[in-house]
């Protein structure tokens, strides 16, 4: 039988206990074998990414360790130009480790609004299915105008954490504490490698 397979994109710009949640869910809610983290390289989404690619690899390796049913990607680090959902997708279906995996992409309820914008929607659902789990202040079934989405959309209830990346670099550029919001080796991580000291002018939310 073939693996189920999560799959789960962000920026990861820095990873946090929202991700780790949201990940943990998808495996008991939709019985999956693993879930696959891909930092983005250059997001098409956003203006900025903060920390390098590099970072943000070993900040999502630091906060899965020792977590068997999760693993991290360098695919789309390691790409040259934007990061696409689509390309993403094609290049796992291609790996034989894949090949006859189900495969469900996993994002927010923010992140899921957005799809109808995504490049080659139309093909999205052929390669994967589509997870949003629940995100405080976010409707996972509609996209920002309130309409339906495109693509057929599997909404997974998961106790809110309401935190973000934004949240870690505003505090930690405030030089306020984020024990609460990540990791205790990411946490360590950004303060040895001083990432986010610099006050946060990206736009991402
Ligand atoms: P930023 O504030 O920089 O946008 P973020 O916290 O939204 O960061 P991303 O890397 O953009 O993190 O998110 C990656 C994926 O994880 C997206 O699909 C996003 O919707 C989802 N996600 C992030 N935080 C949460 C959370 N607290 N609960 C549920 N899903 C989340
Ligand atoms: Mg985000």
Redesign the pocket.
Known sequence: VGQRIGV??????P?????L??ASHAVSGLGLDQVLFV??GQ?WQ?QS?QASGRDRFAMVSLAIEGVQSFAVSRLEIDREGPTYTIDTLRALRSWPQYEQADLFF???????AEIDSWKDHDQLAQLAAFVA????G?DPTTDPDGATLAVPVIRLD?P??????????QRVARGESIDDLTAPNVVRYIDEHRLYSEPDL?S??
């Open positions: 789960l994109g962000g920026t990861f710009d990873v946090h206990l929202g991700h949640s949201a930092p983005a997001p956003k990414v996993i994002t927010g309820a923010d992140a899921i789990v629940t995100r405080p976010f998961v809110g954490l309401d935190i973000s990346s934004t949240l870690i670099r990206s991402a939310s």
